[in-house]
């Protein structure tokens, strides 16, 4: 018997709209819930799988273990790419959410290093490299399917649900962490309390596969295909010979908006470990910049379906790169200050990240988005967004200057700021769909 399927109408918002975007962007927010939490828990994971009497190689260790999922990436991007482009967005993201919630939840599972030994952190290697696969074909499944789902005035707004619903799983991430963490002593949050919010992914991921399942592929792509088989037997070795040009833009655009995303999460662990910030104030804190970065993707990913993807990206990636410096000064001072730093950071990541989602996916023709998206995002999510928190923790360690983190931060956002001169306005236009 057939799935059962539901359209996609293309106009208002109306109930079925609304269950067709939870439907695709629960995948999204089941990945960055977990990298949430394994950025939250950093400290934890530290002292149960890599106990050191140096508690910043402790941290280095877990943070080259997080950059171990961010490196499978566009291996998971090359294969659920060409998936998306020859079976189909609906079966392909079906599948991601499908091995992603299964290897999280896993991780809640793995036995203390007591139990198993050396077994125990390569078990967490393991089971992050197939996060990392799974969540290679995340994110192009899910713009590719909003921006081809879209109202064309709406287009933005509704591929910014991309990366808002990113930051808002975070925030949820944060807060669960959180309140497990402020309800538990020490010895119980390290031996089973930071088990707990990795097991949820597993009714998450649930509930996202049966949603996934009962969409039908939005009606661009099955015209384009002929019905869902796809245009080119080899989507991968066209998309490299056609569009090599367009890949090199999206991985110069990604830049400074994955670094920026990875920021947020590293945040608590800079200000517990560097600023010497107690846990509550850090989350509390962190929450603020989760939730001010998913309001101002909105936001911006609005104002560029008024104005244009490329003058929002313009804007905003100078501004990053001019106010960074001042937003790391603020975070120095007393609670005000601090806050106020959290409060900049938020907006100056999640107002890029807005446009961006659009202005990437509107590069490729219908027949190669979702291999193009896949792989320009993950090839720079991997070298420079994932690598995020090694990165700065290696370049605190080495230099010992607490403002040392924002010339990387400077130079990622006038990478995507001389990236976002390069590209052609597409607001507004309808997409390829060939």
């Not at 260790?61 to 566009?74: D, K, L, Q, S």
């Not at 104002?303 to 990636?317: E, Q, Y």
Request: aromatic residues 8%; charged residues 10%.
């Amino acid at each position: 018997m057939a799935d059962p399927q539901v359209s996609v109408p293309a106009g208002g918002p109306t109930a079925l709209t609304r269950r067709t975007i939870i439907a695709v962007a629960i995948g999204n927010f089941v990945e960055w819930f977990d990298f949430a939490l394994y950025a939250i828990f950093a400290k934890s994971l530290a002292v149960v799988f890599f106990a050191s009497d140096d508690q910043m190689t402790s941290l280095l260790t877990t943070f080259a273990v997080f950059g171990v999922a961010i490196v499978a990436r566009p291996a998971g991007a090359l294969l659920f790419g060409h998936l998306g482009d020859r079976i189909g967005r609906r079966r392909t993201l079906s599948a991601v959410i499908l091995l992603m919630s299964a290897s999280t939840a896993a991780i809640g599972l793995i036995p203390s290093p007591a139990a198993i030994g050396v077994a125990a952190p390569v078990l967490l290697v393991l089971l992050r490299v197939v996060q990392g696969f799974a969540a290679g074909g995340e994110y192009g499944g899910a713009a590719s399917f909003m921006v081809e789902s879209a109202p064309l005035p709406r287009r933005g707004l509704y591929a910014s649900l991309a990366v808002s619903t990113q930051f808002l799983a975070a925030a949820v991430g944060l807060l669960i962490g959180t309140l497990i963490a402020q309800s538990l002593r020490p010895d119980q949050l390290a031996s089973w309390g930071w088990r707990l919010p990795f097991l949820l992914a597993l009714p998450l991921g649930v509930i996202g596969l049966y949603l996934r399942k009962k969409l039908r592929d939005p009606a661009l792509f099955s015209t384009a295909s002929g019905g869902g088989d796809g245009v080119h037997s080899a989507p991968l070795a066209v998309l490299m010979r056609t569009h090599g040009r367009a890949l090199l833009k999206v991985v110069g655009l990604v830049v400074y908006g994955t670094s920026g995303a990875y920021l947020l999460l590293y945040l608590p662990t800079y200000s517990q470990t560097i600023l010497g910030v107690v846990p509550t104030q850090a989350f509390v804190a962190a929450l603020v910049a989760l939730m001010t970065g998913t309001i101002a993707a909105l936001i911006s990913a609005a104002a560029s379906d008024r104005f244009g993807r490329r003058p929002c990206l313009i804007a905003v990636s100078l501004a990053a790169a001019v106010l960074i410096y001042p937003a790391f000064l603020l975070l120095q001072g007393g609670a005000v200050s601090y806050m106020a730093a959290h409060l900049l950071i938020g907006l100056l990541v999640g107002a890029y990240a807005g446009p961006m989602s659009a202005a990437i996916a509107e590069m490729f023709p219908t027949a190669l988005r979702y291999s193009g998206l896949s792989v320009g995002y993950s090839v720079a999510t991997s070298v420079f967004g994932g690598m995020t928190p090694l990165l700065l923790t290696t370049l605190l360690g080495a230099t010992g200057d607490r403002l040392a983190p924002t010339w990387f931060f400077i130079g990622a956002a006038l990478v995507s700021l001389v990236s976002a001169f390069t590209v052609a306005e597409t607001a507004g236009k309808p997409l390829q769909d060939t």
